[in-house]
């Protein structure tokens, strides 16, 4: 039950409703239990939790006390999924381990962005697996749209040949021999023509989708925990740069310039540049993986070597 969240998205609808137990709807009032009042479970948490004060009041007229939420506790949620307010937080180091309902404020302390609702609905969604299957062509449009950005042949057959061989290069024979069926090419090149295909009737398991988005998105991370700082606004500003030259057409082919964008990630970031590029500069991403891999690969390697020495010297 706890990875259906990230099946959901891959499953038929029918076989989304057999496997979904009724009894994990809504919140999970099981948590409450663990945190009652000088429970160990409470104090094991150092981080401040989360409640909604409307959330606390509805609890309190229904049942007579609040209990805490799961979907207030998530990394970066600040605000009520439901009711769209800001969270108030309590730190538990001060006092004794305590329920909402006990605690002082009563009122929100704020209002909230758009993005913040948005970003606890969907975290809400996550953690309950209560979104739908999403549709086969969007699926594979996203996947297609993706690997093209990524350098990857737009063709099909040249697409399922790039994804093929970043899993071999990710992966090790054993997780592919357990989701493929088998690591060697053909094997596993079956499999991925299913996922980003658009067949209803050959889906892939939920499991080698997982895996072709680790090498598909997996460097998106980084974008997703800079969305809400100034690091997030300075990606868009980056991009809109980036879609600025490609219109202009001052990049298409000329090494010097992607070399030199290149080259600057490398200083700002180390090691990750290359994922950095991705999200930063996509077309320029794609032009080294397409043309300057090995050059690119080589001060990778050096900037590996120099964060290694950094954090190790000698003696
Ligand atoms: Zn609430």
Not at 3 to 31: I, K, Q, S
Not at 108 to 133: M, N, P, R, T
Not at 211 to 221: H, N, Q, R
Request: glycine fraction near 8%.
């Amino acid at each position: 039950m706890l990875t259906l969240a990230y099946y959901v998205p891959f499953m038929p609808a029918e076989a989304l409703r057999l496997c979904r137990d009724p009894r994990n709807e809504g919140e999970v009032r099981g948590l409450a239990m663990s945190f009652r009042p000088g429970s160990h479970a409470l104090r094991k948490v150092h981080k401040p939790l989360r409640f909604c004060p409307a959330c606390v009041m509805r609890d309190v007229r229904h049942e007579g006390e609040a209990h805490w939420r799961r979907a207030h506790q998530l990394d970066h949620v600040s605000a009520c999924w439901e009711h769209r307010l800001r969270l108030s937080e309590w730190d538990q180091s001060e006092n004794t381990p305590r329920l909402p309902h006990e605690l002082e404020v009563t009122r929100s302390s704020g209002s909230i962005g758009d993005d913040e609702a948005w970003f606890a609905s969907v975290s809400k969604q996550l953690l309950d697996g209560s979104h739908e299957a999403s549709s086969v062509r969007k699926r594979s449009n996203i996947y297609r749209v993706r690997a093209t950005r990524l350098g990857y042949s737009e063709s099909t057959s040249g697409m399922v040949s790039c994804i093929t061989n970043a899993l071999q290069e990710r992966f090790g024979s054993r997780l592919l021999n357990s989701v493929f069926g088998g690591h060697d090419v053909p094997c596993v090149a079956a499999t991925v023509r299913r996922v980003i295909g658009t067949s209803a009737a050959q889906s892939a398991h939920p499991a080698a989708h997982l895996l072709c988005i680790e090498v598909l998105f997996g460097d998106l991370g980084i974008f997703f925990s800079g969305v809400f700082g100034t690091k997030g606004n300075q990606l868009w500003k980056a991009q809109r740069e980036d879609a600025k030259e490609r219109s202009s057409g001052i990049s298409s082919g000329q090494t010097g310039i992607h070399r030199a964008i290149f080259m600057q990630a490398v200083k700002t970031y180390g090691p990750s540049a290359m994922q950095r590029l991705s999200v930063e500069h996509p077309v320029c991403h794609a032009w080294i993986l397409h043309n300057d891999r090995r050059w690119a690969a080589s001060l990778i390697r050096a900037a590996e070597q120099a964060q290694w020495n950094s954090l190790h010297p000698a003696g």
